[in-house]
Nanobody, 124 residues
Framework: QVQLVQSGGGLVQTGDSLRLACAASGGTFSTYAVGWFRQAPGKEREFVSAIDWIGTSTYYADSVKGRFTISRDNAKITVYLQMNSLKFEDTAVYYC?????????????????WGQGTQVTVSS
């Protein structure tokens, strides 16, 4: 059983940067794809970014492309989401998720394990 523990959220101002981390325990995390999703109040959970198991293929939502970067360190069994040039509309609870297939997807239903969520608040 894989457990995902997130860290790195917080309150920042427009234009600032944050790095989220998703650390795993248990399972064979290095073979899983990992995705980041976010959910703002009153809205559905939306895809942000994903990375395949080996780290060579990355995917981004159009809304974050060019500002966010996903990466993974399989030795540290951690996936990171570097968020730069943050905007007010990036405010949400961010979730990481692991996909046993190793491929990754922008569909939440594809993922098998979820982190606890971390709040990111960007003040305008």
């Amino acid at each position: 059983q894989v457990q995902l523990v997130q860290s790195g959220g917080g309150l920042v101002q427009t234009g600032d940067s944050l790095r989220l981390a998703c650390a795993a325990s248990g399972g064979t995390f290095s073979t899983y794809a990992v995705g980041w999703f976010r959910q703002a109040p009153g809205k559905e959970r939306e895809f942000v970014s994903a990375i395949d198991w080996i780290g060579t293929s990355t995917y981004y939502a159009d809304s974050v492309k060019g500002r966010f970067t996903i990466s993974r360190d399989n030795a540290k069994i951690t996936v990171y989401l570097q968020m730069n040039s943050l905007k007010f509309e990036d405010t949400a609870v961010y979730y990481c998720a692991a996909d046993e297939s190793g491929i990754g997807s922008d569909y939440p239903s594809q993922y098998d394990y979820w982190g606890q969520g971390t709040q990111v608040t960007v003040s305008s």
